[in-house]
Each structure stands twice: as structure tokens, then as C-alpha cells.
């Protein structure tokens, strides 16, 4: 299996094996379950909360000097790239 071939597994392993579903579900799998070998359901991690950028921009400090310009993505680009590191590191870190 290859990291982007979906596990397929059978309706009754789900059912017998939910735990184990969800470590490689957030291990990054995705997960098929199917019944008479046909896909009934496709478990995979939830898509992480996302701002709108009115919510990011009302977060700003009020002392902040921040100015939407032409500029304005390129510099949002250069700071998500700059901070690629995970916000929770993971257990063995």
C-alpha cells in the first residue's frame, strides 16, 4: 500500500476494529469501508479549523502596524513559510 492508496477493509473489520481505524486514520490514512466490496464510507482526518481573514485581521493587536497592501499575500505567504514547524510536537520530541 502506498501512501496515497485508501485502506479498504471490510464493514465487520470496522466494526470489530474501531480503534485501530482511527490510529491510522490519524496516522494520515485514509480509511474505505465497504460492504459487498463497494464503497459504503470513507473515513479521513478533518480538514484543521481555518480564519477567515476578518478573524485574523480583528486578532491584530490594536498597537499594531500592520497594513493590508498590495504587498499584503506576499508577506502572509513569506510568514507561513517561515513558521513550517508543528504547533503541537509530537509525543516522542
Known sequence: MTAMEPLRITEADAVRDLTAILQRVEAGAEVVIERDAQPLAVIRAAAP???????????MPAESTATIDPDFAKDVEAAIAAHREPLEPPAWD
Not at 479549523?49 to 486578532?59: G, H, Q, W, Y
Request: aromatic share 0%.
Open 49 to 59: 479549523p481555518r480564519r477567515t481573514i476578518s478573524e485574523c485581521i480583528a486578532l
